[in-house]
């Protein structure tokens, strides 16, 4: 059980590249951190540095109040799960599962015993005895995680863990991991790319970009209040739409397309040019007129529980997604008219992209 | 270069220290002293020696019998790895589209891989040995009046035979597995937009074998220039009077046979020069084929 | 894929015609190294088997006068296993050490280091053979088993591919093996080296048919012939076919070519999956 802390962590490479920009956090103990973002914005390299795969170049990181910049990855207390499993090809599962144990110089009965309890609580027994490319995918990724379970490490991480599984069995083992760190209590860190892994495995979400954290938050947190319009626009599916507008005279509208009047909730001196960001589900069909955003239907989706429609709008053909509930019926060059509440509309800056 | 790597002072110089020695002692050392002596003239007796610059490179390059066997060196490098790249993808295409029997069939043409050169040159020796030489005797009744112990080209003409047949299998082995490389689904391609095999063959299969084909190429070429010593010496000796003498075989036969230390270490450095070009060539050629 | 009759008919034909080219030389060697001396002087090379099979082989392999030297044809194959398994034993040690530091570690003379391995690949043993022999004579090794094998393993070809191989190993076994504890030698021992099992056979193979081939090296090595290898004794029995104004002794001279070409053939067509792997992925 351990707390994980950063403090100004930057990672600069040989080239110059400066791949992690000075990065504050502290992982509370028995906490499920998810790092988010794009590939190549530093997620990955972030995992590395705190599992000791990567130098830091300065800052620092410590584990459980100890700081571990110099200290070897074996020592470190932690466990890993790769991308592609990384298991000894030519061991068995369970000697792949007890070689870390037995260069610790863990006792055979004692190694004997946790590796049998890994496998139980990983619905393994069967397999120990196979070489993993006698398993299918999510029996190696189960052993990977066993790997990393029986030491009983102060922090796991996982890097990508899922993205060599598909669809269906990516579902369940999401699950599976939720509920094991639930019962292990131990604080985890976590790497991906899939916002959907990201908002339903994480306690607190890291989004990530250009080695930057642009924002640390619970799940909720960052979907409603997005520090930036890159958060904005990164979580969320499909993603939120962007106008540009300007703020009217009185501060109370911001002016979208040609000349429509949407009522917002801030308070910001108006004449302003802002972008406006709007979620495709926070749009809602109204009679076509004043105040709302006129727009003709260029394509539509129909997923059964839910409807997307994709649409154009105004002389620039601003491109507008919309999210219906149920299924509806709707031609190409319909003309619909649609509004959205005052709060839910969110402004950034033109030139930062920053919240307002 | 890997990703992450061990930091660690002492442990790399230990593994690679036993390679290192071997290297020094029986590599770099004599590679130095093939360049020192180079720059020496020994008396007759070999009791004393001169430093005399570059006298030696001068009488090798102006010497009659250096570049008469340089130009052989040539023709015979380029005739024997031309014909044996040709012989063996004519062959590899084929035993790639067979069905039946495929597997016999890559046995019977890769085995030859492990025959010793001098061994080749000795069943070629025999064929041509002209008591009983069945290709000896089949030439002259032929009417070719075949001599290969007294006319050069003759004698050209086995020993390039001979260094052929000992490379068909080293080369088919790779054309065989270059072809078996190539998506099926290319193939059946090719097939729906191309009827005549010959035409396929041509536009398709064999631009895509084209990185296996240079391979070869300079594998073939390094082949011509050293390995076929093996044979040189037990079919033709070089003979009649030097005309089938590679450079590596003259170094040989001046250094060991006509003790001339001295123009000997000056064609083996000659040799070195060649062959880092020839090196160099290839490497980066492999580096290039890492993006193709 | 659709093939024409035509096609299918010429394809066999022209790979049995290439198998006959490949195969007839040693056939009419092995054939004529069945029949008497006198047989073949009279009448030439054979291509049927004669009834002396038996007679010839046995002469050449117990009985040391048959090969023109002190030295049988049983003692010469033990050489050349000597030879064989040394080099490439030696071989395959050497180079994947090597390998392994140049791949895994970081450390200041990487590079000249790595340098000096490479410039082996410039100069093959042959332009360098006089100082070569010079530096093993100085040495003492002459007519030594050390002093046949050692200057052959000083080339970075085995290095190469063991090089080539470590990094397509993935990275991140490495890094799951340093969080495992494992440091750089458990790690060679305990995951590379059994990681590449298949690749040291394909090499093993590899070398050991090159270290059985050898001839130039162990020619002017070995003035002594209790250390001749198969390779060398054949030269050896041919050059003195026409000594002493007897009938040569043509069918003996072809059992020993036979007996020297059918170890290492047996090794490469019995090995064959594992060999061409090895020569195919390793060279490029």
Redesign the interface.
């Known amino acids: 059980m351990a707390t994980v802390t950063l403090n100004q962590a930057e990672k600069t490479y040989p080239n110059g590249f400066k791949a992690i920009h000075g990065i504050d956090l502290a992982i509370e103990d028995g906490e499920f951190t998810v790092l988010v973002g794009p590939s190549g914005c530093g997620k990955s390299t972030l995992l590395r540095m705190i599992a000791g ?1 990567e130098s830091i170049s300065s800052g620092e990181i410590s584990i459980d109040g100890k700081v571990v910049n110099k200290v070897a990855p074996a020592d470190r207390d932690i466990a890993m799960v790769f991308q592609n499993y990384a298991l000894y090809p030519h061991m068995n599962n369970f000697d792949n599962m007890a070689y870390g144990l037995r260069n610790r110089g863990y006792s055979k009965a004692d190694i004997e015993s946790k590796v049998r309890e890994a496998a139980r609580i990983l619905q393994l027994e069967d397999h120990l005895d196979r070489k993993p490319r006698q398993l299918s995918g999510g029996q190696r990724q189960r052993v990977a995680m066993g790997r990393a379970i029986v030491r009983q490490p102060k922090v796991f991480l996982f890097d990508e863990p899922l993205s060599n599984l598909d669809a269906k069995l990516r579902v369940d083992m999401r699950l599976e991991i939720k509920n094991l760190q639930q019962r292990l209590g131990i604080t985890s860190v976590y790497v991906t790319h899939d916002q959907v892994e990201a908002m339903t495995l994480a306690d607190r979400l890291i989004v990530m970009n250009g080695g930057i954290a642009e924002q640390i938050g619970t799940p909720i947190d960052i979907y409603e209040k997005p520090a930036t319009r890159f958060v904005a626009g990164f979580i969320g599916s499909p993603a939120m739409n962007f106008l540009d507008g300007v703020i009217s005279d009185d501060g109370k509208h911001v002016t979208v397309g040609d000349g429509v009047m949407l009522d917002i909730d801030h308070n910001i001196a108006g004449g302003r040019a802002v972008v406006a960001g709007i979620r495709p589900e926070h749009l809602s069909i109204a009679q076509a007129g004043q105040g709302t955003i006129n727009a003709t239907v260029r394509m539509v989706e129909s997923l059964g529980a839910e409807t997307l429609v994709y649409l154009d709008f105004g002389s620039k053909a601003d491109n507008v997604t919309l999210r219906l509930q149920g299924t509806h019926n709707f031609s190409k060059n319909d003309a619909l008219g649609l509004t959205v509440p005052a709060d839910k509309i969110h402004l950034f800056d033109t030139e930062s992209g920053k919240r307002l | ?9 002492a ?3 230990l ?2 220290a ?3 020695l ?2 020094s ?7 130095a ?2 360049v020192y ?1 180079s720059f020496l003239l020994e008396d007759a007796f070999g009791m004393s020696s001169q430093f005399v610059w570059f006298r030696n490179f001068e009488d090798v390059l102006s010497s009659a019998s250096w570049s008469r066997s340089a130009i052989f060196t040539v023709i015979f490098s380029v005739l024997v790895a031309v014909i044996s790249i040709a ?1 063996s993808l ?2 590899a295409v ?2 790639d ?2 069905i039946r ?1 495929a597997k016999s ?15 080749a040159g ?6 041509f040995n002209p ?4 290709l000896y ?1 089949a030439f002259n009744s032929f009417g070719f009046e075949f001599n290969h112990i007294q006319n050069a080209n003759d004698a050209a003409f086995v020993v390039i035979l001979i260094a052929v ?1 000992k490379q ?2 080293v080369n088919f ?2 054309f065989l ?1 270059g072809l078996q490389g190539i998506p099926k689904s290319v ?2 391609a090719a ?1 729906l937009d191309c009827k005549s ?1 010959e035409r396929r063959f041509w536009t398709i299969t064999f631009p895509l074998l084209a990185p296996t084909t240079f ?1 070869l190429l300079v ?1 073939n070429l390094t082949y011509a220039f ?1 390995e076929t ?2 044979i040189i ?2 079919s033709t000796k070089g003979s009649p009077g030097g005309a089938t003498a590679t450079l ?1 075989y003259k ?2 036969v001046d ?2 046979i006509g003790a001339d ?1 001295g123009g ?2 000056a064609q ?1 450095v000659l ?2 020069i060649m ?2 070009v020839l ?2 060539f290839q490497f980066r050629f ?1 580096e290039r ?1 890492v993006h193709y | ?3 024409s009759k035509w ?2 008919f ?3 034909t ?2 049995i015609l ?2 006959l ?3 007839m ?2 056939w ?2 092995f054939a004529s190294s069945t029949h008497t001396r006198e047989f ?2 009279q009448n ?2 054979q291509f049927w088997p004669g009834g002396h099979m038996i007679d010839n082989y046995g002469a050449i392999l117990f009985d040391p006068s048959a090969t023109k030297g002190r030295v049988t044809a049983l003692e010469m194959l033990f050489n050349s296993m000597v030879l064989g398994l040394g080099f490439a034993i030696g071989k395959v ?3 994947m ?2 390998a ?8 200041k ?2 590079v000249p ?1 790595f340098w ?2 490479f ?6 043993l ?11 004579a100085n ?1 003492g090794m002459l007519n030594t088993y050390t002093g046949l094998i ?2 052959l ?4 070809t085995g ?1 190469f591919f063991f090089r080539q191989f470590y ?1 397509s190993v993935p ?1 991140e076994l ?2 799951a093996a ?1 969080l495992d504890g494992a440091g ?2 458990r790690f ?1 021992i305990d995951i590379l080296v059994p990681l590449s099992v298949t690749m040291i056979a394909a090499i093993f193979i590899i070398m050991f ?1 090159v270290g ?2 050898q ?2 090296w162990p ?2 090595m070995t003035t002594d012939d209790q250390l001749y290898t198969i ?1 060398i004794g ?2 050896q029995v ?1 050059n003195s076919l026409y000594e002493g104004g007897q009938i040569p002794q ?1 069918p003996k001279a ?1 059992a020993l ?1 036979i007996m ?2 059918i170890p ?2 047996l ?3 019995i090995f ?1 999956r594992m060999f ?1 792997k090895g ?2 992925e390793t ?2």
């Open positions: 795969l | 270069m890997k990703r992450v790597q061990f930091e660690h002072s442990v790399p110089y593994f690679i036993p390679q290192i071997i290297i002692i029986f590599f770099l050392w004599p590679a002293q093939a002596q012989i004519f062959l084929r035993a589209e067979v029997g069939y890559r046995t019977l043409l890769m085995w030859g891989y492990a025959i010793a050169p001098p061994v000795l069943l070629g020796n025999m064929m008591l009983m030489g069945d005797k047949w068909v299998s082995i790779f597995s193939q059946e097939t095999a391979f594998i050293f010593f093996g010496d037990v590596v170094v040989y250094g060991f230390l000997s270490s083996s040799l070195m062959v880092s090196t160099v492999i084929k | 894929m659709y093939q096609r299918i010429t394809n066999h022209i790979l290439g198998a080219f490949m195969i030389p040693v009419i060697a073949i002087f030439g090379l040690i050497i180079s050490m090597a392994y530091a140049i791949v895994y570690f970081r450390f003379l990487a280091l000096v391995i410039s082996t690949l410039l100069l093959p042959e332009v360098r053979i006089v100082p070569s022999y010079e530096v093993v040495l050692l200057p393993i000083a080339s970075a290095t990094r990275d490495l890094e340093r750089p030698i060679f048919v059985w081939n001839y130039l020619l002017l390779v054949i030269k041919y043509f072809f070519t020297a070409t290492p053939v090794v490469v067509v064959q061409i020569l195919v060279e490029k």
